[in-house]
């Protein structure tokens, strides 16, 4: 049973970058970033196999967030640059049991409680 904290969440002008952090308990394989807005369900964001050689990235995202990963400490981040309000969401961390990226929420085994991130106008 691997455990996901993530953490790096805050408050940020539009425009603005933050990276967004996931630390697991033990060894990750494929894994990925989830948000989830106000009265909206959970989209997916980006995603990374396990030698971080494949990436995949949301349309609304490309070129403006950077997944990448650390295996030697087991910790997976989001860098995000130019953001929006339309980014405002509670960002939750994912890890599978397979290798690679996949953009599907079903096929993640563990998940990080979130952690916020609102950008202001």
């Known amino acids: 049973q691997v455990q996901l904290v993530e953490s790096g969440g805050g408050l940020v002008q539009a425009g603005g970058s933050l990276e967004l952090s996931c630390a697991a308990s033990g060894r990750t394989n494929g894994m990925a970033w989830f948000r989830q807005a106000p009265g909206k369900e959970r989209e997916f964001v980006a995603a990374?196999?396990?030698?971080?050689?494949?990436?995949d990235y949301a349309d609304s995202v490309k070129g403006r967030f950077a997944i990448s990963r650390d295996n030697a400490k087991n910790s997976v981040y989001l860098q995000m640059n130019t953001l929006k309000p339309e980014d405002t969401a509670v960002y939750f961390c994912?890890?599978?049991?397979?290798?690679?990226?996949?953009?599907?929420?079903?096929?993640?085994?563990?998940w990080g409680q979130g952690t916020q991130v609102t950008v202001s106008t």
């Open positions: 994912a890890g599978r049991k397979g290798l690679g990226a996949s953009a599907r929420a079903y096929e993640y085994d563990y």
């Open positions: 990374i196999s396990r030698s971080g050689g494949s990436t």
